[in-house]
Structures are given as structure tokens and as C-alpha cells.
């Protein structure tokens, strides 16, 4: 769960300059919807290598 | 031949006026510039244009043709590209105030190739701030307007080149799309939009958004046309490595029919559509099944997961690009762009590798159904373009904001790097246009272009304009 405070001790740490109240609340709230999202993530994923992104070409499909 | 003929004419169409010399170049650049002129007051669809430039080129043009020498595919046609390719006589901003006064020098490949093609670059088209974002309604130049109604957004990130080409200003326009930047404002402003295959075209000089995902393509009024683009287009590029490694499969083949393709049509969650939208829809698939496709439905799980992985992806990608303009200019980005490079600098190195191994996992699920059929089939957009300012729409029995509207369904070309194509089949309830898309295997950009070409041999909604007046949307019929 993210907070402003959470917010604010990342980027103390990191070096980076203070952000504004309102631009705070909305950094709080996408960081939030980003862990949502990540925890949406079934765990059988985690096994998994990141592997290349590049889709495979049919002939690295029928040799798989 | 008047100027508002012209501007509905396909770039194949109008290179046979400019070979047997019905037309000059000079004539054609004229026609755009005159369009441009009325239109970009209403739409805002440019951020640059160079008409002195264009129209030398375009007196140079003619007399390559007078002295009978030998013409490239795109000989004086001209072309508008989004402003965050880089060209060499432009300036490239990205539509950000980071860049304003920040001058890239170089070009991007794609634009070079399709110079030695012939064309001639006319202008930069305004684009979301950065491509980080799906309505066009954040830029430095002020948000673009929807030419089939000036009330509502163009959708983007390439929005300014959707603008472009839907009002007649240009026959064809380059976009990026990194997660329906193409498609989004293609489907939006009814024209026809290609992502191709991932490496299939080449980035570089590409100011990128999120690399995993990034891809450049063209925008037009015909399937035909982007074939041509696409070919101009696509090749190794000894700047781009990843490039050399998909080939296309096959070049634009006139069908007689369908007979023979089975086309899978995506149900489920995370494929819901406004009523309106639906209907079009299931008109186009008639189209297709009438004219001999098989239509099969097919469920495929995990879409709400794969949203919310790709968006965890871009926004560590972005994030990681953007972290010198961030220390260095951060008060020049628009805040809502702000907000989101402020958020993916916080991402963990596990939480950007965690969602690119569901990555894995999800897109072997989808390589997996393209073994049973040829191509897969959903709505471009579930809604038609919301109006300026809308930041939420309501469809289905579900409320969402009008960014992820725009992107919940053309992400999952990105996730996967699969080509995807979108084609005008009609209009919603509100007059504005509706996109097909269809899905293909890697590498069969020319064969999902070949299926689209042949939907527009069956109806003509893709040659329906809208029919602008200073500022008064007028929609034209379809």
C-alpha cells in the first residue's frame, strides 16, 4: 500500500525534489492501482522466465 | 480536378493521376495545403507545416516526371508525420513543452525511406504529450478535435495524423502505437490503421514511450494504401538490431472471397462494447461471414490481468527513459504525464519483471488460439470517441475512464507484438465512426491487410468523410 509518507521516503532517499500536495495524492493513487495490478498477477508467473518480448517467428514455434 | 476531390482519393489512386500525368505534384501539395488551411483551425490536427519546402519539393517532383525518370512508389504524394519522429527539416517535440526549444537533429529511418519513396513530408501532426496518453486532449499545442464532430476528442496518441487524414488534408499520415496509438484514433476518426508486427518496422528515430511495446506504422484511407506504406516502410535497419529478426510472411494478394479464413471473435471479459458498438459490430461480421469467412467464438482469459501487466510495463519503460527530462524538467510535462513518470520511477526491478513474465505466460495463451484460426476479431474502441473533457464513459454495465476506454482492448496487440489492422465498418448512435479490428499471426501484417482490403471491396465505409465547416461539425453521411 502506498502513502504519501511512503511517497515522500522514497523520494528523499532517491535524491529526487519534493512534489506538490495535489500531484502527490495522484502519484499515491496510480502507484496503488499499479499494485493492484501486480497482485492480480497469478502466482504460476512467477516461475516463468521474462523471457525475450519479441514474439517467436513460426519456425521457433514448431521447434518448441 | 477540384481540391476536395483530391482529398478523397487513396495515395494508389492518386499515383495514377500523378504517372499519366493527370495531376502535377505541385497541383496535389496545393490541394493538401488548401486543406490544411481550412481544416486545422476546426481540428488542430498539425503542430508544423512547411509549405514552401513542400511545394519545392513538389516542383521537383514534376520534373523528375517531365524528364521521364524513374519514380518512386510514393512519388509526390504528401505525407504527415506524428511529431515524435525525427526529421531532418522539422523540428520534433513529442507535443511537449520538455522539447520546445530542445532541437533533435537526425531522422527516423521510416521517414527517410519513405523520402527516397517519393513522398513529400508536408507537416508534423500534433500527438498526446510524449504518446503517454489515449485521447490527444493533453499537448503543448492544445488538444485535437474529432473532424465527424468537433466536440469530441480524436483519441491518440496519434490523434493529429487520425485528424489529418480523416479531413482530407493528407492521403496518409505515420503514427506510433504503443498501446493502440495507431489504431485508437484510426477507429476514432474513421480511417484504416496498421501496428505492425513487432520489429517489423523500424524505430529508430522514433522518440519511444515504452520500448517492449513501440511500434511505428501508417495510417491512410485504404488497406491498399498501407500495404504500400508498409512495404516502404518495414526491412532491417542496421540502427535497430531486433529489426532483421521478423520477416513478413506474404505481400497483398486480391481475394475473391473469404472462403477458407476462420476468423475467431473474442468474447468474454475485457471485450464488452457499448449496445451501438455491438451492433455495428455484428453488421461487419455478417459482411465477412456472408462473403464465406467461418466465424468462431472464442474465450480468452486473462484480459483484466494482461491490462494492468502491460500498464506496469509501460510505465517502468517510460519511467526509465524519461529520468533525466524528469530531473532536469519536470515542471515542463503536462501533470497528468507528470503524474504517471512520477509513479513508474517507483516501480521495483521485480514488479517491471514480474509483469513481463505474465507476459510469457498470457501470450502463449494467445499464440496458442492463433493456431486454430487465421486471425482474431474485436471492436477496435467498446465505445465511439467520448466527448473533450469526458473523463469517464459507461458501457456494458461498467464505468471507466476514458483512457482506459481507449486502450482495453488494442493492448493486447502490444502485449503480445501480434499486427493488428483497423477499418471503418460503420457508425455508432452518435453519428462517429466505428473501427474493426482484426488480430493476426507474427509476420502476416500483408495477410490481415489482405483480409481488411477485401472488407473494403464489400462496403464503403471507408470512404465515408466527414464533412467539416469552420468550426461547425456537419457530419457527412456514411
Known sequence: MWTKDRLKALRDHSGWPPLDDDLSDAVVALLNDLERDLAAIPSAAWAEPAGSFLPPRDDERASA | ?478
Open chain 2, 1 to 478: 480536378m477540384s481540391t476536395h476531390s483530391l482529398s478523397t482519393l487513396t495515395v494508389s489512386e492518386l499515383s495514377t493521376l500523378l504517372r499519366r500525368k493527370q495531376l502535377t505534384a505541385e497541383d496535389l501539395v496545393r490541394s493538401s495545403l488548401a486543406e490544411i488551411e481550412r481544416h486545422q483551425p476546426t481540428t488542430n490536427a498539425f503542430v508544423a507545416v512547411d509549405a514552401d519546402r513542400a511545394l519545392e519539393q513538389a516542383k521537383l517532383a514534376d520534373q523528375a516526371v517531365a524528364h521521364g525518370l524513374s519514380l518512386g512508389p510514393l512519388h509526390g504524394i504528401p505525407v504527415a508525420i506524428k511529431d515524435n519522429y525525427l526529421t531532418a527539416d522539422l523540428p520534433t517535440t513529442a507535443s511537449s513543452r520538455v522539447l520546445k526549444d530542445r532541437p533533435l537533429g537526425g531522422e527516423a529511418t521510416s521517414v527517410a525511406r519513405l523520402r527516397e519513396a517519393g513522398a513529400i513530408i508536408i507537416g508534423k501532426t500534433n500527438m498526446h504529450e510524449w504518446a503517454y496518453g489515449a485521447t490527444n486532449e493533453v499537448s503543448a499545442f492544445g488538444p485535437t478535435r474529432n473532424p465527424w464532430n468537433t466536440d469530441h476528442i480524436t483519441g491518440g496518441s496519434s490523434g493529429g495524423s487520425g485528424a489529418a487524414v480523416a479531413a482530407g488534408m493528407v492521403p496518409v499520415a505515420l503514427g506510433s502505437d504503443t498501446g493502440g496509438s495507431i489504431r485508437i484514433p484510426s477507429a476514432a476518426c474513421g480511417i484504416t490503421g496498421i501496428k505492425p508486427t513487432l520489429g517489423v518496422v523500424s524505430r529508430h528515430g522514433v522518440l519511444p514511450l515504452s520500448w517492449s511495446f513501440d511500434c511505428a506504422g501508417p495510417m491512410g484511407r485504404s488497406a491498399e494504401d498501407l500495404a504500400l506504406i508498409l512495404k516502404i516502410m518495414s526491412g532491417p535497419d542496421v540502427n535497430v538490431p531486433a529489426s532483421a529478426r521478423v520477416r513478413l510472411t506474404e505481400e497483398l494478394l486480391p481475394r475473391r472471397s473469404l472462403k477458407g479464413v476462420r476468423l475467431g471473435v473474442l468474447q468474454g471479459p475485457g471485450f464488452e462494447r457499448a449496445d451501438d458498438v455491438d451492433h455495428t459490430i455484428q453488421n461487419a461480421l455478417s459482411v465477412l461471414r456472408e462473403d464465406g469467412a467461418e466465424l468462431v467464438e472464442i474465450n480468452l482469459p486473462g484480459m483484466s490481468v494482461g491490462f494492468g501487466a502491460w500498464k506496469v510495463i509501460m510505465h517502468a519503460e517510460a519511467s526509465a527513459y524519461h529520468r533525466p527530462f524528469l530531473d532536469e524538467r519536470a515542471g515542463d510535462y503536462a501533470d497528468s504525464v507528470r503524474i504517471q513518470l512520477e509513479a513508474g520511477r517507483c516501480l521495483s526491478a521485480t514488479d517491471y519483471l514480474a509483469a513481463q513474465q505474465y507476459r510469457a505466460v498470457f501470450n502463449r495463451e494467445v499464440y496458442d488460439l492463433l493456431s486454430s484460426v487465421s486471425a482474431l476479431v474485436t471492436p477496435t474502441l467498446p465505445v465511439t470517441a467520448p466527448r473533450l473533457g469526458q473523463s469517464r464513459v459507461t458501457y456494458g454495465g461498467r464505468e471507466i475512464t476514458s483512457q482506459d476506454a481507449m486502450t482495453c482492448i488494442t493492448w493486447l496487440a502490444n502485449f503480445t507484438g501480434l499486427p493488428a489492422v483497423t477499418v471503418p465498418c460503420g457508425v455508432g448512435s452518435n453519428g462517429l465512426p466505428v473501427g474493426l479490428a482484426l488480430h493476426g499471426r507474427v509476420g502476416a501484417d500483408y495477410w490481415l491487410l489482405d483480409i481488411a482490403a477485401r472488407f473494403q471491396m464489400l462496403t464503403d465505409w471507408h470512404r465515408s468523410r466527414p464533412t467539416l465547416n469552420n468550426g461547425v461539425s456537419d457530419r457527412g453521411s456514411p
